[in-house]
């Protein structure tokens, strides 16, 4: 046997069996998926084939839609509001600007360790008609009658969720942010420093460029995340009242596990991924034309 040969039955051994584990756990279910999204299926029998129709149902429902607006939502809130606020805190504590850095660090990266069901039923009893904010709101305006009911708007019903989204995640990202910043070499800051570099200009000149890269990685992960979740949303409100606050993931839950359609459940999770590689693909496009502006 030749040594080609030989380097080629050493890869398939190696890597052989992580292909057939990945294949069987990613790309089956994936493709199974892909294919039952085109059929009508309540979990027995045959598939009957439907074509494009569960796609066309799924656009056409008004709850369809009103779960993928409150997940752009959360993406908006992930992207925009958990990176950035998570990025500076992390600056904040990298460059020492305030005192007892490590009890701060500790504080805002602690929600992230306890459930989310646990936290979900917290602020449930915060949020609730005789919760912290009622009864703040009525102390401070002098209204005993006033009642918080914010989840029974349409439109504003998922607000509330969205806070409780930015204060438990935040914190993950500034320490994903915080250990890439302490691999920075100091000696770059200090001989900024010395060349009379302001505070401003070692952020936006030192920090972002050696940044980039994280950047686009965590907010990969905001989309993916903030498209597939589903926990902390369910706990709180189960995407009630009447589908308010609801996302697509529950959506997909009902449809698939209380009304047993599959077909039409595996329609609306390829419409999840199809939605996760879209956002995904304008982000790449996005940092390739800010690195090119920091190279």
Known sequence: MTSAAEKRWSYAILVGPSVVIYAAVILFPILFSLTLGFTRWGGFGTPEWVGMANYTRMLADPIFRLGLRNNMLVVAISVFGQIPFGFVLAYIIYRRMVRGSNFFETMIFLPITVSAIVVAKLWNQIFSPAGVVTQLVRMTTDNPRYVFAIFENRDLAIVPILGVIMWYYTGIYMIIFLANLHKISPDVIEASIMDGATEGQILWRVIIPQMINILFTTAVFAIAGSLKGFDLIFAMTGGGPAHYTEVIAIYMYYNTFRYYNYG???????????????????????????EERFE
């Open 264 to 290: 039409y459940g595996s329609a609306v999770s390829m419409m999840i991924v199809a939605l996760s590689l879209g956002l995904i693909t304008v982000l790449q496009a996005i940092m390739r034309r800010v």
